[in-house]
């Protein structure tokens, strides 16, 4: 029998976050300001499990650019210790239509940044590039909702009711694909809450999540996608 697509999104997902560099690989992420690390350095002394890569962001401080390291272990605890993604049923009523409207409604794309705090922060925000919103309809309520670019592809960062007591605490993520002809126009799009995924700060401590703003918390359950991280003998993100 041929597997499901949504079958098939849970392995893919599972072979993600399991690989080289995928979300439980990570290891380390070191910030070293406005000093770019010694790249080449790190990878000539990285073990062979050990993939080094470079990346930045903008000081919350002092508003300029700054450098930092991932370690990504392929042998890594996390991925010896993962058992599973625990994930609801499969429900196609959480496969829903919305309408996303660009920022201008004039097909020039303008930017519009919308601040997120992270969960790494300790409270402060950075202004992430929300394309446009999303306009979707659950329970006869209209919902409009913050989906920021995430390399092209619309990713909604999103909390509901099942927050902390069936999902993972801080909330959970969402790609919303659009169709590559759409570019910047306005036109429909599918929320499918099946495929609502843990982010990758459920599975490695080393990620700087953002959290959801207050237009995207939903005051009712999303009982769709997946819940947690389940890893075996008790292992902790926080304590690895």
Same mark, same amino acid.
């Given at each position: 029998m041929t597997?499901?697509?949504?079958?098939?999104?849970?392995?893919?997902?599972?072979?993600?976050?399991?690989?080289?560099?995928g979300n439980l690989a990570l290891v380390e992420t070191r910030w070293?300001?406005?000093?770019?690390?010694d790249i080449d350095a790190e990878r000539a002394a990285a073990a062979p499990s050990v993939t080094i890569t470079?990346?930045?962001?903008?000081?919350?401080?002092?508003?300029?650019?700054?450098?930092?390291l991932r370690r990504w272990d392929a042998g890594s605890a996390a991925i010896r210790a993962f058992e599973r993604i625990d994930t609801f049923a499969y429900d196609p009523e959480w496969v829903l239509e919305g309408r996303f409207t660009p920022v201008?409604?004039?097909?020039?794309?303008?930017?519009?940044?919308?601040?997120?705090?992270?969960?790494?922060?300790?409270?402060?925000?950075?202004?992430?590039v929300v394309p446009g919103d999303i306009h979707i309809t659950i329970g006869g309520e209209e919902f409009t909702v913050a989906a920021f670019d995430d390399g092209g592809t619309l990713l909604l960062v999103f909390g509901d009711r099942t927050n902390g007591s069936e999902t993972y605490a801080p909330g959970r993520f969402l790609f919303v694909p659009r169709d590559a002809a759409m570019g910047g126009e306005p036109g429909p799009v599918v929320l499918d809450f099946?495929? #609502?995924?843990?982010?990758?700060?459920?599975?490695? #401590?080393?990620?700087?999540?953002?959290?959801p703003p207050a237009s995207n918390r939903f005051p009712f359950r999303?009982?769709?996608?997946?819940?947690?991280?389940?890893?075996?003998?008790?292992?902790?993100?926080?304590?690895?």
């Open positions: 597997e499901s697509p949504h079958a098939l999104w849970r392995e893919q997902r599972a072979r993600a976050v399991t690989g080289p560099t070293t300001g406005a000093q770019r690390p470079e990346l930045s962001r903008t000081s919350i401080e002092t508003g300029e650019p700054e450098y930092g201008d409604g004039d097909g020039e794309g303008s930017a519009r940044t919308v601040p997120f705090e992270h969960i790494r922060d300790n409270g402060g925000t950075r202004d992430l099946n495929r #609502a995924f843990v982010p990758p700060c459920g599975f490695s #401590a080393q990620f700087n999540c953002p959290l999303i009982p769709a996608g997946e819940k947690n991280v389940v890893f075996r003998d008790g292992f902790d993100i926080y304590a690895a």
